[in-house]
């Protein structure tokens, strides 16, 4: 009992000698504080590029956060033109860090930076999360962030392409072939006009044509298009049409490149050959690169055919946004 007492008094004791803390201020502001407010992710890359990670450009309720990685040369003379990346996926996975077979895409997309662009890979709402058109609702409102944040960034908004790859190469050529067409667009939605057009695309193994590809499919049907349109049975034709890129082609369009394996697997070759004739049709300046025995993501029988189908991918890649968005009269 003794022992007992003693000790609970060597607590009180114990608890009575803690010092008392100041008074704790918490920094407020009139409404309630939403936005994030995490401090800037800042990476170096080698040439004195430098990119901000997990930029919020978009906050929609009820869905998470749209966010982009942003890489940046130098700062030097003028502002910069703009690429944007779009990730593939079959619109169901995917993120802004991975292309292909390419180790280390984050370290192309600084090198690309490097070479005088301002790029920003983008996330956009899967087809698990939100039907279409949210993707490329989203990608339009990433495009416009970046163009009414061009200051901030360097960017020079009257220059900038779209380069994606498989589902990205559908959005990225969507988006370039759907200038001035409000029906993409969220309901509400209230931008400039033409803030959502570009000056040149390029699409790797992208989709153009989505009632010929669910056509090409065995039994007439495709999961990642079914899931995409939010259909249960057949997606009617209005659906297919109004997701199709090639719906939206004009005299008007930007300079396209279209690079596709012959061997692709996963979306046929037929897809760029059905957009290349419609754009040539249109005339709107199209380049294309069919690259022999290659599948879909440019893998190759072996290795070394996999690393040479990338590299030329890439090469003609950065050559184009050059000659496309290089001078600023173009």
């Known amino acids: 009992m003794i022992r007992s007492i003693l000790a609970s008094a060597l607590v009180a004791l114990a608890l009575n000698a803690v010092p008392a803390h100041a008074q704790r201020d918490v920094a407020t502001d009139a409404q309630p504080a939403l936005d994030d407010r ?17 930029v919020v450009y978009q906050t929609i309720p009820g869905y998470r956060p749209q966010i982009l990685d942003v890489y940046m040369p130098p700062r030097g003379a ?7 990346y779009i990730h593939g996926g079959g619109w ?3 993120h802004t860090r991975q292309a292909g ?9 600084a090198r690309l930076a490097g070479e005088g662009f301002v790029v920003a890979s983008v996330e956009y709402r899967l087809s698990g999360e939100a039907p279409f058109p949210a993707q490329v609702q989203d990608v339009r409102a990433a495009l416009r962030f970046l163009k009414a944040n061009a200051a901030r ?11 994606g790859g498989s589902a990205g190469g559908h959005l990225a050529a969507l988006t370039a072939l759907s200038c001035g067409v409000g029906a993409l667009d969220a309901p509400g939605t209230k931008a400039p006009a033409g803030s959502e057009c570009v000056q040149a695309a390029v699409t790797w ?6 009632s010929a590809l669910v056509a090409a499919r065995p ?12 259909c249960a049975g057949p997606c009617p034709a209005d659906k297919l049409a109004a997701a199709s890129p090639v719906t939206y082609i004009d005299a008007q369009d930007p300079p396209m490149l279209l690079i596709h394996g012959t061997d692709d697997q996963t979306v046929p070759v037929a897809q760029t050959h059905i957009a290349e004739a419609k754009l040539r049709a249109a005339g709107v300046p199209v380049q294309t690169i069919y690259i022999p025995g290659a599948d879909h993501s440019f893998i190759g029988k072996t ?20 000659a496309r968005l290089d001078a600023p009269t173009r």
């Open 38 to 54: 995490y401090p800037d992710r800042i990476t170096a890359w080698p040439g004195g590029v430098t990119s901000l990670a997990d």
């Open 153 to 163: 960034y360097g960017i020079d908004p009257a220059r900038v392409g779209l380069w």
């Open 219 to 230: 039994g007439g049907a495709d999961g990642a298009i079914a899931k995409l349109l939010g």
């Open 78 to 84: 003028g502002a910069k033109p703009l690429v944007i």
């Open 303 to 322: 290795p070394a055919a996999t690393h040479a189908a990338t590299v030329q991918a890439v090469n003609a890649t950065f050559d184009f946004l050059h």
């Open 205 to 210: 193994y992208g989709v153009f044509d989505v």
């Open 92 to 94: 169901v996975s995917g």
């Open 101 to 109: 077979a390419i180790s280390d895409f984050p370290g192309l997309l």
